[in-house]
């Protein structure tokens, strides 16, 4: 069974930064997907930034490329992902999420069916 645990998030100030980290387990597929999902107070999970497996190639949202820059610890099995230059927009939450490799290398419609529980990154003074 697949486990993903995100760790990093919490308090920061408006235009400061923090490293997100997503610990995987349990994996089987030797292609595969770890994206990272943000979701705003009362909105939907919004893809953000994903990773490949096979290449480490790496897609990213419009709001967030050339911002952040996802990478991965192949000997820990760790996805990152720095966030910088942070905004005042509540409280979001990060998720991680795992899934097969899409023959098209499309990840951002990846089928995310196994996820992580979420770490909070509340942007205030």
């Known amino acids: 069974q697949v486990q993903l645990v995100e760790s990093g998030g919490g308090l920061v100030q408006p235009g400061g930064s923090l490293r997100l980290s997503c610990a995987v387990s349990?994996?089987?597929?030797?292609?595969?997907?770890i994206g990272w999902f943000r979701q705003a107070p009362g909105k939907g999970r919004v893809g953000v930034s994903f990773?490949?497996?096979?290449?480490?190639?790496?897609q990213y949202s419009d709001s967030v490329k050339g911002r952040f820059t996802i990478s991965r610890d192949n000997a820990t099995n760790t996805v990152y992902l720095p966030l910088d230059c942070l905004k005042p927009e509540g409280t979001p939450v990060y998720y991680c999420?795992?899934?097969?490799?899409?023959?098209?290398?499309?990840?951002?419609?990846?089928?995310?069916?196994?996820w992580g529980q979420g770490t909070q990154v509340p942007v205030a003074s």
């Open positions: 990773i490949s497996s096979a290449d480490g190639s790496t």
């Open positions: 349990g994996f089987t597929l030797e292609y595969y997907a």
């Open positions: 999420a795992y899934a097969p490799l899409a023959p098209n290398g499309n990840m951002f419609n990846g089928s995310y069916n196994e």
